[in-house]
């Protein structure tokens, strides 16, 4: 069982809100990855990191930020929510190499009024 | 660039009947390949994944996948499905060396009595 946890799991706030989305993994691994899923539709990444204070963005534009100050750490940020931002964020982690299983949380489904 | 079809959005399988999903990568390389499950309200479980060697690959709760390189397909397989195999399933591949994963839309399959 993987062990990687993210808060909360579902959230709903009001547009304007400062939301940070919470991830952290037990199995120290360097690369931590987030995923936004909306039904019926790929998983698109939106920021990945390969260690600590590396983070990079993803293939699909997001207005969130990630910081990586601890390995085990790597939270999501959205400075202020819309109904666009609406979704659900997935966040895993991965030993090295392109090999390696990728440990997937449970999500968090965000929904913005 | 990298991408990933499952031609199939939804499948609607008997149990105890076998079940074949589709998937189709466009890569220059050789590929590496996985597929997912995602049950309802949970984050994406691994199930198999190929990167060399025999081409069918076994993976858990009975799956294997097939990879055919003159097809470019990975297309994954089961016997006989159980009511637990409902859930929807992603085929993904492996687009850089850095274990960045590219996903496909997913195949959502409900299992009737």
């Known amino acids: 069982e993987a062990d990687i946890y993210q808060t909360p799991r579902y959230l709903v706030i009001g547009t304007g809100k400062k939301i940070t989305l919470e991830c952290s993994q037990t199995?120290?691994?360097?690369?931590m990855y987030w995923y936004q899923q909306d039904p019926g539709m790929e998983l698109h990444l939106i920021h990945y990191s390969y260690g600590v204070n590396s983070t990079e963005k993803g293939d699909l534009s997001s207005e969130s930020t990630v910081s990586r100050i601890r390995t085990e750490h790597f939270p999501l940020t959205l400075e202020s929510a819309r109904p666009s931002h609406t979704s659900q964020y997935l966040c895993?982690?991965?030993?090295?190499?392109?090999?390696?299983?990728?440990?997937f949380g449970e999500g968090s489904r965000l929904t913005v009024l | 660039a990298q991408s990933v079809t499952q031609p199939d959005i939804h499948i609607t399988v008997s149990e105890g009947a076998s079940l074949e999903l589709r998937c189709n990568y466009s890569?220059?390389?050789?590929?590496?390949l996985f597929w997912y499950v995602q049950s309802p309200g949970q984050g994406l479980q691994l199930l198999l994944k190929y990167f060399s060697g025999d081409t069918l690959v076994q993976g858990i709760k009975g799956f294997e996948a097939e990879f055919k390189r003159s097809q470019s397909s990975f297309n994954l397989r089961k016997p006989s499905v159980h009511w637990s195999d409902a859930a929807e399933y992603f085929c993904?591949?492996?687009?850089?060396?850095?274990?960045?994963?590219?996903f496909g839309a997913g195949t959502q399959v409900v299992v009737t009595p």
């Open positions: 895993a982690s991965r030993t090295g190499g392109n090999t390696g299983e990728l440990f």
């Open positions: 993904a591949v492996a687009s850089d060396s850095w274990g960045k994963l590219q």
């Open positions: 890569y220059g390389a050789t590929p590496y």
């Open positions: 199995m120290g691994h360097d690369k």
